[in-house]
């Protein structure tokens, strides 16, 4: 199937599918050729990204299982992915790079953001690096990306225990289309383990193991097609 | 086009339901402007909760949903004649800017010619005029060949060409 329309413009479809990556080696190519010459479609390939999303209905989202074997339980994935979405897209103090969502969809070099948000009685509070964590604490997440591919958020802690937060209890990455703040299916709580927390997000254009990205979350080279953003937080002693 | 080894069967329904919005929601933009979209995009997971066994992996799971969302949303709008109140209050629907500059053809076949065809008609219609879609990607699409998709459009054709006959 062509990605392309009868005059050669890039298809509603096919645009998707390029999205997605879905394409051919060919057919990736010849979209590439395309949209470097066409301004129309390059702008339809923006307004992708900056598709609103849908409010999530609670019943879609599925607990994962709590009792995990590293000390940050899963919880309340339904309610903090709601909060975030309300966050996000509702114009709160949340942002991707400083960007308010509508206003554009510049992410830094890498093409990959993350951003840890604490949810709070009000609703949801973003982190920085530098900021202060407690144990009990229940923290989110949400990337941009400038373009689909595989994710994961690794958590490091400060003696090199390396645990996984997304996909939650995934055994490989999850697959992630571009845009500025996509929150995700995921929540985990704080335990009490002393020293930094770093939380490393991971989007590689092709599929990877785990155990890549274990060793990049530790300091290991960053294969090819892949970006790396991380966010480091301090641990308030109990 | 894919190069990826086709599922058999869909992914849960969250799953589903976080990986694919997005195409969903641009897709039902075609056809609804907010605030009537947002509805539209839970009515199509609702149906796709209640059609999803009919996916046999003969295409990618975003190739069917776009398939099945065009459906939902001809369906919703051949059967909901109250609309018209919205397209009042909010403008003309999305779908009345087809990707490519419209022909007379795709005129009549939006303002008119998709209420009284068949509805396998207006589907094809829709992917020929308002996607401007090859008929041989149209016939990948359904599942049927480029050949029959010519003969649909031929009737379409005929249809537009009584339609204008008709209003003249």
Redesign the interface.
Known sequence: ???????D?L????L??WV?G????A?EARVQGHLSACEPCRL?VEA?AH???????PT???PVPANRPWGWAALGVAAVAAVLLAVFLGGGPGRVDGERPGDGYRLKGSGLSLQVVRATAEGAEPLSTGDSIRAGDRLGFVVGSTRPGHLVVLAVDAGGQVDVCYPPGGDAPA?V?A?PALPL?AAVRADDSPGDQRFVALRCDQGFSLASARAVAVGGALPDGCAREEVVLSKERP | MTTAALPTALPPADELYRRYVGVVRRRVGRFYDDPEAADVVHEVFEKVLQVGHSFRGGSSVRTWLYQVTTRHCLVRRRNARRRRELFEAYGAPAWSLPIRDPSAETVTFLNQLWRTVDPELAEIGVYYYVDGMRQADIGELLGVSGRTISNRLATLAEAAAAAAKEGS
Do not use: I, Q
């Not at chain 1, 298809?11 to 096919?14: I, M, R, V």
């Not at chain 1, 879905?22 to 080696?25: H, K, N």
């Open positions: 199937m062509s990605p392309f329309t009868r005059d413009h298809s509603d479809l096919g998707e599918m997605a879905e394409l051919s080696a057919d339809r992708v598709t609103p999303l849908v409010p999530a209905r879609v989202a599925e697959a289309e845009g299916d």
